[in-house]
């Protein structure tokens, strides 16, 4: 492995970096607020089918028992869903690390690009 190609690899004058991990970071956002809505969702189906419970019509039964069964596989799916964005995240957070640690000066650079940035656009006001 040669620093040459490393440095290219992640080079912060390219922009295609910094365009994934703003890609990544939006992917992660929707994923969090769909998993939101859908744990809602589910609260919302749960309480349906207590307000239900009480109906002793068989087809009422056997849908309760049907929406049951799917809100058991949902949450299932949901806290599998979960678990992956949060491993992504601890993922990005080491590769961030990492990138850090093996070029701190670089990071030195672009944190203090940035800072220009910014402090010129909010000069600008």
Known sequence: M?????TTAQSPLDG????????HDSTAARRAD??????SLLADIQDLLGQLAHVADPDIARVRARLSESLATARRAVTEGSEQVRAQVRSSVRSGDAYVRNQP???VGIAAAAGL???FLVAKR
Do not use: L, N
């Open 2 to 6: 040669t620093t040459a190609s490393t």
């Open 16 to 23: 295609g970096a910094a365009r994934r991990a703003e890609a």
């Open 34 to 39: 769909a998993a939101s809505d859908v744990h």
């Open 105 to 107: 000066w670089q990071a």
């Open 117 to 119: 940035v910014i402090g």
